[in-house]
């Protein structure tokens, strides 16, 4: 009888102390039982993923994985859960995402309809679109300022698409003057040879914090298209899911969003100390006060939810 007893009790001490993973099911129970989770990081989307001097990964959407991550130690019951950082480019984190070589993609994606069909994404961390850098001098603060006048555009590039339409639309009578890199775009209009170069305003506000004079540059005008970034998932698994939101929600509930927020966009960050001054949008803003998981039509425009949040 004494044996018996002794078996029930050390059966149940394991089964308090061991994993949860009978309990789990999809990436949950995956990462429970490898006792290791693992991320999809990026070496140079700064300042969202990348390697820092001691070629660590860091940046803001590595801190938002990090507090997922800690809401899935909670989960399985393991403290001590290892986490692997594994970089992913552009053209295989949905591949190593669905293959199970990484479980969350923590660099810059923005959540589409056409990505939706193959991978999960979580609410909005990150919201931006179309804008225009130009020279304070110029006088140009909107789209309709650009009449007659010269724009430079990167060959190729969704912003390109948007601001041709735009002009079709309005009848501006815009000229336009490609270029291939988003380098030579910035430099014609350092030269004056053109107003204005249309692109994701995260992208020009970082090209002004390089600028060897960053004063001589301003990021003007309403959002010409919507880039609603968000950390992807594995399709169909709404536990994964739900936990991944509710840390997020949790943060930004709390308000350490806007911590996390002006560390990596309004403050000095490494290696190189540049400050993005970068305030957040109010997109963005409405985005934290009411999440979810909206995406982008292939023209960059949001579903129907999104679009009572824009403000032009």
């Known amino acids: 009888m004494r044996t018996i007893s002794a078996w029930m009790l050390a059966a149940t001490i394991a089964a308090v102390s061991a994993p949860a993973v009978s309990q789990q099911s999809g990436t949950l ?12 990081v990026r070496d140079g989307a ?29 989960q399985v019951k393991l403290p001590d859960l290892a ?62 300022d650009l009449k007659g006048k010269t724009v430079v555009v990167t060959t190729g590039t969704t912003n390109e698409h948007a601001i041709k339409e735009y002009n079709l639309a309005e009848s501006l009578g815009m000229r336009f003057m490609q270029v291939r890199e988003h380098r030579d775009a910035l430099a014609a209009v350092e030269k004056g040879t053109a107003v204005a170069f249309p692109m994701d305003d995260v992208l020009l ?37 739900k936990l991944a939101d509710d840390a997020l929600i949790a943060l930004f509930k709390s308000g350490e969003i806007n911590k996390i927020y002006a560390r990596w966009f309004e403050s000095p960050i490494p290696p190189r100390n540049v400050n993005l001054m970068m305030p957040m949008n109010n997109t963005l803003k409405k985005l934290i006060r009411s999440p979810n998981s909206d995406g982008v039509d292939a023209c960059g425009r949001m579903q129907c939810t999104m679009r009572s949040l824009r403000e032009f």
Not at 133 to 142: A, C, G, H, Q, T
Not at 213 to 218: I, L, M, Q
């Open 29 to 40: 129970k995956k990462i429970a039982e490898k006792k290791t989770i693992t991320l999809g």
């Open 205 to 241: 506000y970082t090209m002004r914090a390089n600028a060897a004079n960053p004063p001589e540059y301003v990021v003007v005008g309403d959002f010409l298209t919507d880039e609603p970034y968000a950390i992807m998932l594995r399709k169909d698994d709404p536990a994964f899911k």
């Open 83 to 144: 986490v692997t950082m594994t970089r992913v480019t552009p053209q295989m984190r949905m591949q190593m995402l669905m293959s199970g070589d990484i479980d969350m993609e923590c660099g810059v994606s923005t959540n589409t309809l056409e990505r939706q069909k193959s991978v999960a994404f979580t609410v909005t961390t990150f919201f931006t679109g179309t804008r225009l850098i130009v020279k304070p001098s110029s006088l140009i603060r909107n789209y309709k």
């Open 46 to 74: 700064d300042p969202f993923s990348y390697l820092d001097a001691k070629q660590q990964y860091i940046g803001y959407s590595v801190d938002l994985c990090t507090k997922i991550v800690d809401a899935v130690k909670t």
